[in-house]
C-alpha cells in the first residue's frame, strides 16, 4: 500500500516490520511462521516507507526477535521459531530477560490508520493462539491450579500439622 509521502506520518523500522508480519498471518492464517526473506518482502511490497530502509532486515533477524539477545534493539514484536523463521510474539513466549517490559506490538498512533485493524486482530489472534495452546498441554492445563494450596490460610495449617507432636 503505497500512500503519498504528504500523508504519511514516519513509521518506524519494527513497527513496519510488525505490520509486515502481521499481514503475513492474516494472509495465511494455515502457517505457523515465515521465512525472514518472506517478511522482508512483504515489508517490500507493502511500501509503507520507500525505498524500502535497510534497517528492515536487521530488525527481522535481530531486533525485533524476542529470543535473541538485544543488540541493541530490544523489541519483543517476532519469536524466532526455529533458524530462519518468525512469527509474531505473543504472550506465553519465552524471550530474552534483556527484554523484559520491551514493545511488543505498534501503539495505534504509531502506524498509519489503514493498518489500525491489525492490532484488533492481533490482540484476538494472541489471546486465541494462547488458548489453544494451555488447553493442548497437559502440563499448561495445570497453570493455577494449585494456588489456594499456599494461600496463607492453608500454608499455616500444614506447618501446623506438620509440628504436631513436636516437644
Same mark, same amino acid.
Given at each position: 500500500m503505497n500512500t503519498p509521502s504528504s500523508a504519511r506520518t514516519a513509521v518506524r523500522v519494527a513497527d513496519e516490520v510488525w505490520i509486515a508480519t502481521a499481514l503475513l498471518h492474516q494472509e495465511h492464517p494455515d502457517q505457523t511462521d515465515f521465512a525472514v526473506e518472506e517478511i522482508v518482502s512483504r515489508a517490500q511490497k507493502e511500501g509503507i516507507e520507500l525505498p524500502l530502509r535497510p534497517g528492515v532486515y536487521v530488525h527481522v533477524v535481530q531486533h525485533c526477535v524476542a529470543n535473541r539477545p538485544p543488540n541493541p534493539g530490544r523489541y519483543r514484536m517476532l519469536i524466532e521459531t526455529r533458524s530462519g523463521r518468525r512469527?509474531?510474539?505473543?504472550?506465553? !513466549?519465552?524471550?530474552?530477560?534483556?527484554?523484559? %517490559?520491551?514493545?511488543?506490538?505498534?501503539?495505534?498512533? !504509531?502506524?498509519? %490508520?489503514?493498518?489500525?485493524?491489525?492490532?484488533?486482530?492481533?490482540?484476538?489472534?494472541?489471546?486465541?493462539?494462547?488458548?489453544?495452546?494451555?488447553? %493442548? !498441554?497437559?502440563?499448561?492445563?495445570?497453570?493455577?491450579?494449585?494456588?489456594?494450596?499456599?494461600?496463607?490460610?492453608?500454608?499455616?495449617?500444614?506447618?501446623?500439622?506438620?509440628?504436631? %507432636?513436636?516437644?
Open positions: 512469527r509474531l510474539f505473543r504472550k506465553g !513466549d519465552n524471550y530474552h530477560p534483556a527484554r523484559e %517490559g520491551a514493545k511488543i506490538a505498534p501503539g495505534s498512533a !504509531d502506524i498509519p %490508520g489503514a493498518y489500525s485493524h491489525l492490532l484488533v486482530w492481533y490482540r484476538e489472534w494472541s489471546v486465541a493462539a494462547a488458548q489453544s495452546m494451555q488447553e %493442548g !498441554d497437559p502440563l499448561l492445563a495445570l497453570l493455577g491450579s494449585g494456588k489456594r494450596l499456599w494461600s496463607a490460610e492453608h500454608a499455616d495449617d500444614y506447618v501446623r500439622r506438620l509440628r504436631e %507432636g513436636w516437644e
